[in-house]
């Protein structure tokens, strides 16, 4: 009989009650009428649709636009590394047990609504400032270098650590919300908004599957790493771009602003990547940020849309 490999940790939805048998594969568990697993609760689809003006001013907040600019940096990323972790992630979902695989099915939806609205999003984007696109043509090839030339273990590993950077960016823009928020574009507001929440909701799914197929925490601390990496250099150079564009790369108040939320953020990503690269840690172990988590609960499916994102409903 083959065994599957030793799950990293446990996950708040399966059973305390573990044996040896609860560890081989499903098809393995046929007939063990002792070892069933509680299904994961899903996760709803959502299907929201963003219409943004042609005249849309990429520098959508006004007060700190700055944080606009380093906010597109990160959109731009999102149409190479979603796909990315979608292919990833689906590669692994024959060797899935059934209770986690339906799960994982929306969670991958989840990230294809991602990726189709940051497209949309970033075609304004790219319209204002050309020069992007050769960025985007980098950020293109270098996640297809990855998807082509890492193993699935490793691409796994990395999906799974991305998705825990982008959970500790949703909590760190929760505590935030007021300063960089308030004031900005409601529409392109709404929808980064959205997608954190959405990284809250599903912070576990890529985890677990991670776990299911290999669970090595020292390849999912480096895989993670290098995601870091990846993001912040996308981030910094995209973002140089559009500020020497508007004219604002020597502006002294732009880079105060800049190195201050880089460095509050940075304290928040790094003990989070830390942490999650413990034994027997696993992301629902995190507290998970109030207002992200909550907001979601008031999409209406009928029209597809959230309240749009407006001074003061933070408080």
Known sequence: MTSRPRRASTPPWASSAR???????????????DSSLVSPPRLPVRRVRFEYPDDLDPAWNRRFPEFAFAANSVSLIMPYAEPYFVKSVRSALPDLDPALTARTEDYLRQELGHHVQHRRFNDVIGHHYPKILRIENWMRRTYGWLSRTRSQRFNLAFAAGSETIAYAIARWTDTHLGELYDGADPVAATMFLWHLAEEVEHKSVAFDVFAEIDGSRWRYFRAMSLSFVILAWFTIIATISMLRAEHRFWRPATWIHLIKWSMSLSFE?????????????????????????????YFDPDTGTLPVWTPGIHE
């Open 19 to 33: 044996t040896d048998l609860d560890r081989r594969r499903p098809h393995d568990r046929a007939g063990d009428a």
């Open 269 to 297: 990503i790094l003990p989070d990547m830390l942490v999650s690269a413990m034994p027997g840690h696993h992301p629902d172990d995190f507290t998970d940020p109030a207002l992200l988590s909550s907001w979601l609960g």
